[in-house]
């Protein structure tokens, strides 16, 4: 009931603003209403918890440009958990690994964001990947930084 209800008010939908900038790019994969595992063990300001796993719906889409994931909790709106052109350096704080279960975006130690944090933190879009989907790609694993907003906002602690 959950899955049907989100997809008839759109909540995993790629907005259309930035399904007209994917398209422009050339599509390889395009995936939405795709069910993300949240798991985090750890503590940030306003949040400690051992074990927490949570779910929410995205997207996951790759292009000729870019791997792009988003997470939506209402109609319309999706907040980016990775967006990243092949093109960009690579970064050390999040391993995003792409294999056919999907994307996972792994944080080991959240201390590299924040000083304050502690513990770890993984995101796993689930959108099967065939192999010829995974030979197009530029890249199955690359590294990012992410600013502590990031985890803030997939622990569900209001920051600014």
Request: net charge positive; glycine share 8%; aromatic share 6%.
């Given at each position: 009931?959950?899955?049907?209800?989100?997809?008839?008010l759109g909540i995993g939908?790629?907005?259309?603003?930035?399904?007209?900038?994917?398209?422009?790019?050339?599509?390889?994969?395009?995936?939405?209403?795709?069910?993300?595992?949240?798991?985090?063990?750890?503590?940030?300001?306003?949040?400690?918890?051992?074990?927490?796993?949570?779910?929410?719906?995205?997207?996951?889409?790759?292009?000729?440009?870019?791997?792009?994931?988003?997470?939506?909790?209402?109609?319309?709106?999706?907040?980016?958990?990775?967006?990243?052109?092949?093109?960009?350096?690579?970064?050390?704080?999040?391993?995003?690994?792409?294999?056919?279960?999907?994307?996972?975006?792994?944080?080991?130690?959240?201390?590299?964001?924040?000083p304050s944090f502690a513990?770890?933190?993984?995101?796993?879009?689930?959108?099967?990947?065939?192999?010829?989907?995974?030979?197009?790609?530029?890249?199955?694993?690359?590294g990012y930084d992410v600013?502590?907003?990031?985890?803030?906002?997939?622990?569900?602690?209001?920051?600014?």
């Open positions: 009931m959950a899955v049907l209800l989100r997809k008839m939908k790629l907005p259309d603003d930035i399904r007209e900038q994917v398209e422009a790019e050339g599509v390889i994969h395009l995936a939405e209403f795709v069910p993300v595992t949240f798991k985090f063990s750890g503590k940030v300001p306003g949040k400690t918890a051992k074990g927490n796993i949570r779910s929410y719906v995205g997207a996951l889409v790759l292009t000729n440009r870019r791997l792009l994931g988003t997470l939506s909790t209402v109609p319309k709106k999706a907040g980016r958990a990775i967006d990243h052109a092949w093109s960009y350096d690579s970064g050390s704080m999040v391993t995003a690994t792409l294999d056919a279960s999907g994307l996972t975006l792994d944080v080991p130690d959240i201390s590299v964001v924040d513990g770890s933190m993984s995101l796993h879009f689930k959108s099967a990947l065939s192999e010829d989907v995974l030979a197009r790609v530029p890249q199955r694993t690359l600013p502590p907003k990031f985890v803030y906002s997939a622990c569900g602690v209001p920051r600014a």
